[in-house]
């Protein structure tokens, strides 16, 4: 038994050995193996992409059969005029044995990824894109598939076609696909952030087969969400969400979809919050970031108005250029009020027709310093919410038509009309007109927003003569003076200013110029 014993041990001692004689061997022959693998995945993809390949360290693991790099970077024919076409910070590729020997690869994970696609070069008309290599004869064999590919802090970059404009750059912190390959689509999901306003976005769909020849017609088909903060970008508020959906080429995506901004205000006019949605239509340059909308419905409390226009990046500058044409025959003039004036009601109420050209360029100041309108606007039935202010157009109204003391006109409502711009936060109105029954006024100035301060000048034209706008003993004592008054078609001429702020206007009757008829 003490013999048996002892062989017993003397064969697991020689068991041990050979183990670990084994394992050494396995280490030594893997880190053996290395250089020459590395040497065989540089030359592969050098050969196959046409393209010269750099690849740091490379290590190969048996248990489990796992391939890592380091530092890969690919450039089409060496070039070094461009950014290099890829480069990958470092790459894990998770095999099965079986695998060894075939097209199919179980898990590639990357991590610090950058994909930057160049213009189409001038003399060839194409981009100095790398095509995968085919089989002999033309057959193209078996495509290599990737069952899973994950990526993690991955950029695309998207050379534009003119120098005008910036790269079209793609943060994309997370990036799953499944059934990865060159001839077919593959389903995806990415996980992206958008600098401006600061959001989100969750996007999944299929991606492919990639056109090598031209990126730009590589098919996309998918959904996203979009959560953004308004607040990131000085001078707004509130918090916006978006759901939509996408089909086309990265040349040319079509997409449609809504948003919701709940609390959306302008903060530098220290104004209240109004709700406000959109449905868009849009097609989207997904090698230049540029987006052609072509339907935009907007609701900002109870007005409804559409936009169609274009947001495009301009080369040096950072962020997008909003341009739109805006028209609505129903903007609640209360909700817009709303947005400048914090405490109270509205000081005046009535449906607004629009039609605006709006252009919001790039740029860290704030909105209201940026923005820039111009257009004409009309409202038929106007009335203001204060009955002192609505007292004083309904006297208006009885003066110009020489029935001062007639109590029955009640509650008249105004017209109103003009031309306006908007220029870094000021408005101002070019031929503006405000009518009621027997009277009208013409005025030309400005209207800052910030202040609230009114700079306006004009005239008031009545239909009655001055002396029937009065009654008893002034009337009569006004009478001999009625043709001082009588100008441009009117019973009553007067000029006036109109100072003061949007809440305490001021009007003033300028004696000299009524006179004189300037």
Known sequence: MELTSRRVRVAALVLGVVVLLTGIGVWVSLRQLEPRLRDWVTSTLSR????DVQLGEVHLTWFPLRL????????????????PLLVISSFTVNMHAGELWGSTVDHVKVDGMEISIPPKDEATGKRPMPRPATGNKGDSGDPMVIKRFTATNTRLVIVPRTERKNPKVWDIYELEMEQLTSKSASPFHASLTNPIPEGKIEAKGTFGPWQSDEPGQTPLIGEYTFAADLGTIDGLDGKLSAVGVMEGVLDQIKTRGETRTEGFRLTELNGRSVALTTSYEALVDGTKGDVELTRVDLTLGKSRLRAKGVVEGTKGVKGKRIVLNIKSNSVDLSEFLRLVSKDGTPPADATIALDAAFDLPQGSAKVLDRLALEG??????????DPGVQEKIDELSRRGQGRPNDQAIDDVASRVASKFTLHKGVLTYQGLSFEVDGASVRLNGSHALKSRALDLDGEVLLDASASRTLTGVKSLLLRPFDPLFRKNGAGTRLVITVGGTQEKPQVKLDFGKTLRGN
Do not use: C, N, P, W
């Open 68 to 83: 890592t790099g380091r530092d890969l970077t690919i450039r089409h024919h060496g070039r070094t005029d461009i950014q």
């Open 48 to 51: 196959s992409l046409e393209s």
């Open 376 to 385: 004409s606007v009309t409202a038929e039935r106007l009335k203001f919410t």
